[in-house]
């Protein structure tokens, strides 16, 4: 039986979180990751750009004949319509469902927090699937500066930069008495030990990327043992690639990488 091929999507680097935890749920399966790395980040961009860019990553994975598709961005699953996912030619999954999910299971008080890109919280993506699972207390805040600051390293615990606009960002959630907080773009995981000193123990950290990969695992009926393959490919190479890469896939996980011109790719349709 041949491996499932997996196409993983995201604006930059941190889809590779997702990457991660689907190699050690699924080790022979063959893994095909685009990284939007020319037009990081999407989360600033207006809802046609961002659907626009989601749909040429779809279409280059396509090409890559894959089984089935991740959107491990939480910007991009934000913006594309239900019909559209639905009516592609492959299972396609993305990270706000199932994180949504989790945060209701892993909540004591009912109330939980989002922090997340500003377009996917001006999406009402995660707030609306939650409320679709209970009567849960929704509180949420934008941290756009999360994902340069991480794209660039700025990832240890203790870094000066990263710790202070945390603190910023977090101060009104402190407040607000969540037991739960979804980390709603699957960069943050490489700052959660940042984010969880500043929101104290008794908060739990729900990790968008790992939850999606879980739901993947349980999708794919045998699970995949045996050994697969990591092709990772990127619209652009930045200096610093593959020492940032590896920040993300951690340093076990070897991986080939090639650069590709995505605008080269039309949006794809479902007409």
Do not use: W
Request: charged letters at 20%.
């Amino acid at each position: 039986m041949k491996n499932v091929k997996i196409g993983v999507f995201d604006s930059g680097l941190g889809g590779l979180t997702s990457v991660k935890n689907l190699i050690k749920l699924l080790p022979g399966a063959d893994l095909i990751y685009f990284g939007d790395t020319a037009r990081v980040p999407y989360g600033s961009r207006s809802s046609s750009t961002i659907t626009k860019y989601a749909k040429q990553d779809i279409s280059f994975l396509l090409e890559k004949k894959v089984d089935l598709v991740l959107a491990a961005c939480a910007t991009a699953g934000s913006v594309l319509e239900p019909e559209y996912t639905a009516s592609l030619p492959i299972p396609y999954f993305d990270v706000i469902r199932p994180t949504a999910k989790a945060a209701t299971s892993a909540t004591r008080n009912g109330k939980i927090g989002v922090i997340s890109t500003e377009a996917t919280l001006a999406s009402g993506s995660f707030k609306r699937e939650m409320q679709k699972l209970g009567d849960y207390e929704v509180f949420q805040v934008a941290t756009p500066l999360f994902v340069p600051l991480i794209e660039n390293g700025y990832i240890y615990r203790g870094n000066v930069a990263t710790t202070s606009i945390a603190e910023d960002y977090l101060l009104q959630l402190k407040g607000s008495d969540i037991d739960t907080l979804i980390l709603g773009c699957t960069h943050y995981p490489l700052i959660s030990d940042i984010i969880g000193d500043v929101m104290g123990p008794e908060v739990n950290l729900i990790d968008s990327g790992a939850e999606a990969a879980r739901l993947i695992a349980n999708h794919i009926i045998g699970g995949c043992p045996g050994n697969g393959s990591l092709k990772v490919y990127t619209s652009d190479l930045p200096i610093r690639f593959h020492s940032i890469a590896s920040m993300f896939l951690g340093n076990e996980n070897s991986f080939i990488s090639e650069q590709v011109d995505i605008e080269g790719f039309p949006p794809y349709s479902t007409e």
